[in-house]
């Protein structure tokens, strides 16, 4: 569907934003937050720069297709203005929650898995593709709850959206590790029964470990988007890219950000691990 | 089954106001999930508290780290975010600091909030082409006085019942002197920035008046007319040249 998107890109976040004008640097693309440009007229101008000269991806971090309350559209016009300025490849967002009641709770938070939370979820995807004209990816949530009303596994209520809408998934397999970690699912069966086809973007960040409160003993993965990725993050990775293919992967960090060059080691390391599923693969085939 | 409206609004409240009980039973994962909510309710307040922290760091210099952090952590709770950037959130913080008893001893510190809330906003603003005299001097000069003009989008114009722009300068500047004091005076101040540079200016109550009403939107005669009230020495005509020089317009309204 992106055939002209490869490779592994970097989420761009605001101090690195004059050092990539100012010396530009191999990746196949960036991703950005925009609600990070909204109210920096300075960094939007940076970025539109950047924007010439690499392809940039928009994530999407306060729109809120999980609401109840609904998507708030003056910011979805604010985001649009962006977004048609900086003319992305890709246009991404959350299966999740942030506001309630006029209130933006600055958080990705859990939804139940129901055919209420699907509607929702289904008419607002439909909103925010006929704003913005063109294809919404939405990506797995970190899970660290559930909701026992829930009716449905996540990767059944994603596919219902992707049947529903036509959106695209962005799959974010470190959130899948963590998820299968913290909630006590198969990783592997996961990616398995997501539907391949849908699939337009991975997401690859860090987590970090503390104790479970609520099992003595065990540990809850936290995402952080602080650390480098795990490395049973990039055997999933590794997994997800013999299952779907040579899709486009974003290496995020949003916590503790690192030198530049670290993260363009992680994408070199991305691109590695994704040469090797692939070659095995290919083996595999002949 | 609650309906979703219900159980984000359970969730809000577990996040905001640390009430987990009614969130609870509705919950899956591991043996406590509240506890494991806990952690959105952590990032709830830690983000929050770090975006304040962030966004008024001279206050902090000011009053002290643990002071704005006692202060955020209450405003967080109280004034949850209305806004989808947080670079916007905490406009009315300074408000909250000026009400907060245990700052009483600093009666300034809502004035020096609001004027770094200010210099934060528009150090990242970014210039427009300027109006220059030329351009100006090729208008109707008989509707000139009633036209009105467009400024810069990173100008402000800020009257404050203390000088906090010198406490400003001193703390952007680096230079501490050995003894500070601060007296009550009416202050006008007009905060100019653009691509991160910045200049915090004070300004005679005449012309601070005459370029704050225009800017407001009044036109060039009413504004021209409220600052000669002030001073009748006022020059209305030089006022628009050294406007022109300064590249604060953009256009005519």
């Known amino acids: ?286 | 089954m609650p309906a979703l409206s219900e159980t984000q609004r359970l969730v809000r409240n577990a996040l905001v106001q640390s009430d987990f009980d009614a969130v609870s039973p509705i919950l899956v994962g591991g043996h406590d999930p509240a506890a494991r909510l806990a952690i959105h309710r952590r990032h709830y307040h830690a983000s929050l508290v770090d975006a304040l922290r962030t966004r008024y760091p001279a206050t902090a210099w000011l009053i002290g780290d643990v002071a704005v952090t006692t202060a955020a952590t209450r405003y967080v709770i109280a004034h949850p975010p209305r806004v989808f950037c947080i670079a916007e959130f905490g406009a009315d913080f300074p408000r909250f600091l000026g009400s907060e008893p245990s700052l009483s001893a600093v009666p300034y510190v809502e004035a020096f909030a609001a004027l770094e809330w200010q210099v934060g906003r528009v150090a990242v603003a970014v210039d427009s082409p300027a109006l220059t005299l030329a351009h100006l001097a090729t208008a109707d000069s008989a509707s000139l006085m009633s036209s009105s003009m467009i400024f810069q989008p990173g100008v402000v114009y800020m009257a404050m019942g203390w000088p906090v722009d010198a406490l400003m300068r001193i703390y952007l500047s680096n230079q501490v002197p050995p003894q500070f004091h601060m007296t009550p005076a009416t202050t006008h101040v007009e905060v100019r920035g653009a691509r991160g540079a910045l200049h915090i200016t004070s300004l005679p109550p005449a012309a601070w008046t005459f370029r704050h009403l225009l800017q407001s939107g009044r036109a060039i005669g009413q504004a021209a007319e409220a600052a000669l009230d002030l001073d009748p020495q006022f020059d209305p005509g030089r006022a628009l040249v050294e406007l022109c020089d300064l590249s604060l317009l953009t256009r005519l309204a």
């Open chain 1, 1 to 286: 569907m992106f055939p002209h998107l490869s490779g592994a890109g970097i989420g761009l976040r605001l101090p690195h934003l004059a050092d990539v004008v100012a010396r530009p640097p191999r990746v196949p693309f960036f991703e950005v937050h925009p609600e990070s440009f909204l109210a920096n007229p300075h960094a939007t101008e940076l970025l539109l720069t950047i924007a010439d000269r690499h392809p940039v991806s928009v994530h999407t971090v306060g729109v809120s297709i999980g609401s109840a309350s609904g998507v708030d559209h003056a910011h979805l016009d604010r985001v649009k203005q962006l977004v048609d300025l900086v003319n992305p490849v890709l246009l991404s967002g959350h299966v999740a929650w942030s506001t309630h009641a006029g209130e933006y709770l600055n958080d990705l938070l859990p939804l139940p898995y129901t055919e209420e939370s699907l509607k929702v979820l289904v008419e607002h995807v439909r909103q925010v593709q006929d704003a913005f004209e063109r294809p919404y990816l939405v990506e797995n949530p970190s899970s660290y709850v559930g909701f026992g009303d829930s009716t449905m596994t996540e990767p059944a209520f994603l596919t219902a959206l992707v049947a529903e809408t036509g959106c695209r998934l962005l799959c974010d397999v470190s959130n899948v590790y963590l998820s299968a970690h913290n909630m006590g699912f198969d990783a592997r069966a996961y990616l398995d029964s997501l539907p391949a086809a849908a699939i337009a973007e991975l997401h690859l960040g860090g987590f970090e470990a503390e104790p479970d409160e609520s099992i003595p003993g065990a540990t809850l993965l936290v995402d952080t988007h602080g650390t480098s990725i795990d490395p049973g993050a990039w055997r999933l990775y590794e997994y997800a890219i013999a299952r779907f293919g040579s899709i486009p992967t974003l290496i995020e960090r949003d916590n503790d950000i690192p030198d530049f060059d670290v993260l363009l080691a992680e994408s070199r390391l991305a691109r590695a691990h994704a040469a090797a599923a692939l070659s095995r693969n290919h083996a595999r085939a002949v």
